[in-house]
């Protein structure tokens, strides 16, 4: 049972480019979301699904798209990287807003 | 808005002594709260929920939790630390208010760590 999936586990990015974390989830989840994490500042809401086809902004939206086609896949797209997306991502999912989240390994991700 | 609060960046605890790692919350409904843990360069594993019922609640590793409506606080306790227990601890809430419900917002963080 494979939980969420995230890929990549690393990934340098120099600024103005752009990328897509990918996260897919196995457990028929039908709420999906991405945070970040910067040392001391816990975790921050960047986008959040709950269910395919919808999506919603959550505190730090800011320079980040998703999509949610499928009820797998929330992919995480950054479109012209900046140094302060430096952190790490973390995907995480759950099966009502009761349950509790199952969250992916995370990506590091370095912005130079 | 919804709000956690972890007042404490760290606890220290000698092995064997009990610990407590503090949380309070702010919303405008009722509360869902849990706690997770971090262990280094590893994803939030959940440790427990209070959704509702009992105002104590057990969950992995030996731990728990004392929901207190009246202080706004879900303080998380074991009675007696191991070293392993040496992690990132994060307290989250999300709240329900009439047909909505809110976002699930973490706290800061409060990193313990058990001496032997």
Known sequence: NAGVTQTPK???????????????Q?????????????PGMGLKL???SVGAGITDKGEVPNGYNVSRSTTEDFPLRLELAAPSQTSVYFCASSYSGTGEAFFGQGTRLTVV | ??????PEDQVNVAEGNPLTVKCTYSVSGNPYL??????????????????TGD???????GFEAEFNKSQTSFHLKKP??????SALYFCAVRAFYGGSQGNLIFGKGTKLSVKP
């Open chain 1, 10 to 24: 690393f990934r340098i990015l120099k600024i103005g480019q752009s990328m897509t974390l990918q996260c897919t």
């Open chain 2, 34 to 51: 849990f706690w997770y843990v971090q262990y280094p360069n590893r994803g939030l594993q959940f440790l427990l929920k209070y959704i």
């Open chain 1, 46 to 48: 960047i986008y959040y």
């Open chain 2, 1 to 6: 808005a919804q709000s956690v609060a972890q």
């Open chain 1, 26 to 38: 196995d457990m028929n989840h039908n709420y999906m979301y991405w945070y970040r994490q910067d």
């Open chain 2, 80 to 85: 007696s630390a191991l070293v392993s227990d």
């Open chain 2, 55 to 61: 105002n104590l609640v057990k969950g992995s590793y």
